[in-house]
């Protein structure tokens, strides 16, 4: 089977999971304990510099990560489309107003004087369908992500966020495909292993 038919049918089978985590009961407390675990992992600080998103439903929640970062005074940046495959990171901060993007998420409004992050960035953190122990992410499909991610240093951490759920035992990857170094869910922070087995450094 070729890997974009694989793809297809964890993107499907990824999507069923998280409209039952959306009905779920417990999701809110679950969501509030990955919140919690990454805080710890990558404590707000200011002038600290981060690519964050607006959660979509059944993710994981991330306006707690938000609300301690700006109270802390880090820099956040979200991500709007731009064109045709394409991501920037734009400012946004408390107060700020949102636009809703082709795909229905929430972007940061663009402004008249205002251009995006291109480098010095601290963390990106970035959701994702499933992920697997080597930091291989499942994306939509559009590849948004991956071009932008593809062109940042690999000093950047790149940081998944997601349900225990979420982790598979192999996402299946193409050659463009960018793997996340850590992965942070209700029940821990996993870091990817490398392909002899070992924790990636």
């Not at 820099?75 to 993007?101: I, N, Q, S």
């Amino acid at each position: 089977m070729l890997v974009l038919e694989r793809k297809e049918i964890l993107r499907r089978e990824s999507r069923v999971r998280l409209r039952e985590r959306t009905e779920s009961p417990h999701s809110a407390e679950a969501g509030d304990r990955a919140q919690e675990y990454f805080l710890r992992e990558f404590p707000p600080a200011a002038e600290r510099t981060v690519g964050l998103y607006c959660a979509l439903a059944g993710e994981v929640p991330t306006e707690r990560i938000r609300h301690a970062y700006l109270a802390a005074g880090a820099r956040l940046y979200y991500p709007r489309v731009t064109g045709k495959g394409t991501l920037a990171f734009y400012p946004h901060r408390e107060g700020d107003g949102w636009e809703k993007g082709p795909y229905g998420i929430p972007e940061p409004p663009s402004l008249a004087g205002v251009e995006p992050r291109t480098k010095g960035w601290d963390i990106i953190v970035v959701p994702g369908l499933a992920f697997d122990r080597r930091g291989n992410r499942l994306g939509r499909g559009f590849g948004y992500y991956d071009r932008f991610l593809g062109g940042l240093p690999e000093s950047v951490p790149r940081v998944g966020l997601a349900w225990a759920s979420q982790r598979i035992p192999e996402v299946p990857v193409d050659a463009w495909d960018v793997p996340v170094h850590v992965l942070v869910t209700e029940e821990g922070v996993i870091r990817a292993v490398k392909a002899s087995g070992s924790p990636e450094s």
